[in-house]
């Protein structure tokens, strides 16, 4: 900008001495500046005293100055341009390809925001994906780590590591989206465990038969929060207490039992005296085939496969981990420390 200017500058000078002090016509006047100013090598348009023509020697080296700068910057930006713009893409490939065992969060809507939020809070991995500029923007406004792109489409979950994430959830604004990047990430992954948003119920069986894990319709839980907020507050706040949230002093886990691993299968709860050695409280066990116990006793047997809903404290779940057996990853995420 300031090159420009400086150039028209220097054209108004060379028209107005042409003009003024050589006596010519605008047009003439206009004419040798620039030819002058550009160094085409033509003659002059009038012949020119000794004074007009060290001023025509001083007008060249302004314009060849003032072009050169011009060009020079114009030069500057295209390569910075160029070269900022592939280590962008070469820093973003090397951060996709670090990716391993996170979470990918498709629609960075207000539902996507949110989870993006309890997942930094809890400290997991985890990038999104959007295909609008601003919400993607946003997003790298709060430090998250983002890719632009179609998440229906495979080149774009296969660029963020959908082969080596373990939870996808699709939180995208149609529910045919939802579907088809859950249909993807299944086909790319069989193991990666989907979550998807459904607005309608039919939406909901669509996207269960489609193989979607769990599928949340934000009106049927919101009604449900509501009458349990009614009906039940205290209960309400417990459980969102120990849920959700980066300042919580409880916290909730599942540990899968693995037998290769865990020392404990076959015994009884009060045999492997978790409590007693972890401080953490066995709230729950699910069966391998479904089946749900609610409050297990002593006399409550460890089977293979059984996946223990424990509560506790962050030390109190980590010690529990341990005693447990190195349990994978995938079927255990860590709690932050407080």
Not at 91 to 101: A, G, H, V
Request: glycine share 10%; aromatic share 8%; charged share 20%.
């Amino acid at each position: 900008m300031v090159g420009v200017i400086a150039l028209g500058g220097v054209f108004l000078i060379g028209t107005l001495w042409y003009r003024i002090i050589e006596g010519w016509s605008w047009e003439d006047a206009a004419y040798m500046t620039v030819i002058t100013l550009a160094t085409v090598g033509y003659g002059e348009t009038h012949p020119l005293g000794s004074r007009g023509r060290l001023f025509t020697i001083a007008l060249i080296l302004l314009g060849v100055v003032n072009i050169g700068y011009i060009v020079n910057r114009l030069t500057e930006a295209i390569v910075q341009g160029y070269f900022q713009q592939g280590i962008r893409l070469q820093q973003q490939r090397r951060l996709m390809e670090s990716l391993s065992e996170h979470y990918i969060i498709c629609g960075f809507s207000r539902t996507g925001r949110q989870i993006a939020k309890e997942f930094q809070a809890e400290g997991v991995p985890f990038v999104v994906i959007d295909s609008e500029l601003e919400s993607v923007q946003r997003a790298q406004s709060e430090g998250y780590t983002v890719y632009q792109g179609d998440a229906t489409l495979d080149d774009t979950l296969l660029k963020v590591g959908i082969e080596r994430a373990i939870c996808l959830v699709a939180a995208l604004p149609s529910d045919a989206e939802n579907l088809y990047t859950v249909l993807s990430a299944k086909t790319l992954n069989p193991e990666i465990r989907a979550i998807a948003r459904a607005s309608t119920e039919e939406a909901l069986q669509k996207l269960q038969r489609g193989g979607a894990d769990e599928v949340i319709s934000p009106y049927i839980t919101g009604g449900k929060r509501m009458a349990a907020a009614a009906l039940r507050p205290q209960v309400l706040d417990f459980v969102d207490g120990i849920l959700t949230g980066a300042d919580r002093q409880l916290y909730m886990e599942e540990f899968l039992l693995d037998p290769a691993f865990c020392p404990f299968v076959g015994q009884t709860l009060q045999k492997a005296r978790l409590r007693s050695q972890t401080g953490a409280l066995v709230l729950a066990i699910r069966r391998l085939d479904g089946t749900l116990i609610g409050g297990p006793t002593g006399d409550t047997v460890l089977m293979p496969g059984d996946r223990l809903i424990g509560m506790g404290t962050a030390e109190q779940l980590r010690n529990l981990n341990k005693i447990l057996g190195p349990i994978n990853y995938k079927q255990l995420r860590r709690p932050k420390s407080t």
